[in-house]
Every structure is written in C-alpha cells, then in structure tokens.
C-alpha cells in the first residue's frame, strides 16, 4: 500500500466525529463566554453553581461526580469561588474527611442574574427545546457508551 492510498483510506477531519464534537464544544463556548464574562464567572465555575442552583450543599466529591471533574480540578476552582464570595466550603461534621459546599450570598444571587444565559444558548443553537433535548440525550448516551469501552 502507497502513502497516498494510506491518506485516502483515513477519514477527512470535517468525517470525524471527534472532530465534529471538538469544534461543536468550541463553537458553543465562544456563545457562553460573553455572557459569563458579564458575571465575571468561567464556565466550569457557572457550571458548579448551576449545580449548587439545582441542589445546595453538596459534598465536593459528589459535585466531581456529577460534573465529572477530578478533586484536583475542583478544589482550587472552589478555592478560588469561595474567595470571590460564590460558595462557602466546610468539612462535615460527620465525616472531617467531606468538605460540604453551600452556596454564599452572592452565589445564591447570581441566579437570577444568570437566568437568561440557557435561553440565549438554545436560541444560539437554532433549535427547539424539544431538539436539543433529543441531542443533549443522544451525546449523553455517547458518554456514556465511550466511558464503558475506555
């Protein structure tokens, strides 16, 4: 086999669904950043309160869980939310070795001034909510799927 039927039987970039994937994550990170600079948050961090949004005074490991984020990831992301005034971390009495995270006052605030970033991200999309739905689905699956063959 010569090289240029080596290069022929290999996938152009744009065929790859990796490559799809990437720059679809690019793409919708280039719509979140303007609206998170407005908050003065980064994304991982938008994502931890949305999270604490949903459920306050979650554990940091549970948080790593549900984010998929290692602890050494997300304790100077939380280290660094706390010194903002976003959150409040504190070992459980229960268990010295959890660190409970709760929500500070102007984390619980930022909420509302956040309420319009899933709307504009959907509106970004072109879809409707019952289209993105369907896709958040099927990439989950995707995950979840890529996790069991890793």
């Excluded at 459920?55 to 984020?69: F, M, N």
């Excluded at 706390?82 to 102007?106: I, M, P, Y």
Aim: charged residues 25%; neutral net charge.
């Amino acid at each position: 086999m010569n090289e240029n039927s080596a290069a022929q039987d290999f996938p152009a970039v744009d065929q790859m669904l990796c490559f799809s994937l990437y720059s679809a994550t690019q793409a919708m990170n280039r719509v979140y950043q303007p609206l998170l600079q407005e908050l003065g948050i980064t994304y991982p961090q938008y994502i931890v309160l949305a999270a604490l949004w949903q459920e306050d005074g979650q554990t940091v490991s549970g948080i790593g869980r549900r984010l998929g984020l290692e602890s050494n990831t997300l304790t100077p992301l939380l280290k660094r939310m706390e010194n903002s005034g976003l959150v409040k971390r504190k070992r459980s009495t229960a268990d010295e070795r959890q660190v409970l995270v709760t929500l500070a006052e102007d984390g619980r605030a930022m909420k509302a001034r956040a309420a319009h970033i899933p709307r504009c991200i959907l509106e970004a999309t072109g879809m409707t909510p019952h289209e993105a739905g369907d896709l958040r689905d099927r990439i989950n699956d995707l995950r979840e799927q890529l996790a069991k063959a890793s």
